[in-house]
């Protein structure tokens, strides 16, 4: 279908469409020359600094970099979240998808296997920071497949991740790819089966998932792949169930 890209709220036809096929986009959040001086404050204070995480150089930025808080609660992805998930909305996690030349293949996964959220319900923007094409390994995903929860398995020696989609449970087929601008994303429910493959091209390949849910999440913040001391944002509306720890835009970096 095609994408309404003239304002940040979804049609209708629009949210049918995510029901229907357990994604959305592209749309753009901005254009590739509003995204590159953002490129570069992220090459210099995320990509080269640690942050809050020990184990992730690039998870949860948003905690210590205003460009990355800034991303993560941008109108344009928070809006169309509120059509899908009504007016409370809460930003749990974020991280960048950093592919050089030679990066590892991510293997079909659903990424609800992997998170500790109760009950599991999550929707995500994945956000081009660099351009993303076949060629530099863009995301794929199965249309429809996020109406299963899928067995998971241990994956092969040399893949980005420790388990993958039981290959024995589905199809691997139809798969569309996600090409974007820099500045573009496009949005995918907690079961939609995603790869990537291997970046067999001479260019970086640099994106970030922002990933939404409900105040009546239960996030287990203390939990991986999250971290100790690890706060969400209350992105949207109010929280009236506690259950979760939250933090204001940082600071200004001086890095
Ligand atoms: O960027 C990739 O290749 C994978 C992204 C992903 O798995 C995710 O955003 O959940």
């Not at 809006?79 to 409370?88: I, K, Y």
């Not at 999250?226 to 720890?245: C, E, P, Q, S, W």
Request: hydrophobic share 35%; proline share 9%.
């Amino acid at each position: 279908m095609q994408p309404n890209d003239s304002n940040n709220r979804l049609t209708r036809a629009e949210v049918d469409f995510f029901v229907e096929h357990g994604y959305l986009g592209p749309y753009a959040a901005m254009s590739p020359e509003d995204m590159a001086p953002i490129r570069r404050e992220i090459e210099d204070k995320v990509l080269s600094t640690d942050g809050p995480n020990p184990r992730s150089r690039g998870q949860s930025r948003h905690m210590d970099q205003p460009a990355v808080y800034d991303l993560a609660t941008h109108p344009a992805i928070i809006e169309r979240m509120a059509d899908l998930l009504g007016p409370d909305l809460i930003v749990w996690a974020t991280n960048f998808w950093l592919k050089p030349p030679g990066g590892s293949e991510i293997p079909w996964h659903q990424d609800i296997n992997f998170w500790p959220l109760e009950p599991p319900l999550n929707t995500s923007a994945w956000l081009a920071i660099d351009k993303v094409t076949v060629e530099n390994s863009c995301v794929q995903i199965i249309p429809g497949s996020h109406r299963q929860s899928l067995p998971h398995t241990r994956a092969p020696e040399g893949v980005a991740f420790g388990e993958m989609a039981d290959p024995a449970a589905f199809e691997a087929s139809g798969e569309i790819n996600m090409e974007l601008e820099p500045g573009e994303f496009f949005i995918f429910s907690e079961r939609t089966l995603h790869r990537s493959s291997v970046n067999t091209s001479d260019k970086r390949r640099l994106g970030i998932s922002i990933r939404v849910t409900l105040p009546i999440v239960h996030v287990f913040q203390d939990s991986s792949p999250l971290h100790r001391g690890h706060t969400a944002i209350l992105a949207k509306g109010k929280d009236v169930m506690g259950f979760n720890r939250y933090a204001g835009r940082p600071q200004s970096s001086t890095v």
